[in-house]
């Protein structure tokens, strides 16, 4: 099984911050990563796909970048909306594997 | 408006079964592959199984293999998830999501349904 790792687990940051969440693949899984967001209590949300591409509807103060093994997610100018658990996950192959998830909390 | 919605959530004891569903409306059905995802309480995503658009392939995770079946009724716009010797590690909010591409095995996922709590406990 690919193993996923996020960094760090819990990030505090203010509004009109710029964050970055780094997520390193066990094994090369080219640009085939996912981002989500997650707010309590609430399904996932795609954010980014295919390591750097932004999902329909998404703000586009979310970006991705990387391939192989290491991947970023940023946001530019953190919003209050923006407060939540995000989630890498890689689709290079099954038994497809998530990242640990990373808190973003308001400092 | 697209939508999934599970059910068939609930209580049951250590070694019971139960079957969940997921009921897709808003879109062509049975061009999706369709997933079971879970997350456990105050935990992380887990991917579960991976049923193909036609049924004709499927996956699980090292965990269910061999306890749950994925499976889907394409005439009735439903994917299920059938699971036997329930642990209570099972216990987790059971998801149903969509792959973003028709006919794609190998997709992430554009859909999510709101979620059905599986608590395993005697």
Redesign the interface.
């Known amino acids: 099984?690919i193993q996923m790792t996020q960094s760090p687990s819990t990030l505090s940051a203010s509004v009109g911050d710029r964050v970055t969440i780094t997520c390193r693949a066990g094994q090369s899984i080219s640009s085939?990563l996912?981002w989500?967001q997650?707010k309590p209590g609430?399904?996932?949300?795609?954010l980014i796909?295919?390591a750097s591409s932004l999902?329909s509807g998404v703000s586009s103060r979310f970006s991705g970048s990387g391939s192989g093994t290491e991947f970023t997610l940023t946001i530019s100018s953190l919003q209050p909306d923006d407060f939540a658990t995000y989630?890498c996950?890689q689709?290079?192959?099954?038994?497809?594997?998530?990242?640990?998830?990373t808190k973003l909390e308001i400092k | 408006q697209v939508h999934l919605v599970e059910s068939g959530g609930g209580v049951v004891q250590p070694g019971r079964s139960l079957r969940l569903s997921c009921a897709a409306s808003g879109f062509t059905f049975s061009r999706y592959a369709m997933?079971w995802v879970r997350q456990a309480p105050g935990k992380?995503?887990?991917?579960v199984a991976?049923i193909s658009y036609d049924g004709s392939d499927k996956?699980?995770?090292?965990s269910v293999k061999g306890r749950f079946t994925i499976s889907r009724h394409n005439s009735k716009n439903t994917l299920y998830l059938q699971m036997s010797s329930l642990r209570a590690e099972d216990t987790a909010v059971y998801?149903c999501a969509r792959v973003?591409w028709e006919y794609d095995f190998?997709?992430?996922?554009?859909l999510?349904?709101?979620?059905t709590v599986v608590t395993v406990s005697s």
């Open positions: 099984d085939w996912a989500y997650q609430k399904a996932p949300r795609l796909y295919k999902e989630y996950q689709y290079n192959g099954y038994p497809y594997t998530f990242g640990q998830g | 997933h992380g995503l887990e991917w991976v996956y699980y995770a090292d998801y973003a190998h997709s992430t996922f554009d999510w349904g709101q979620g």
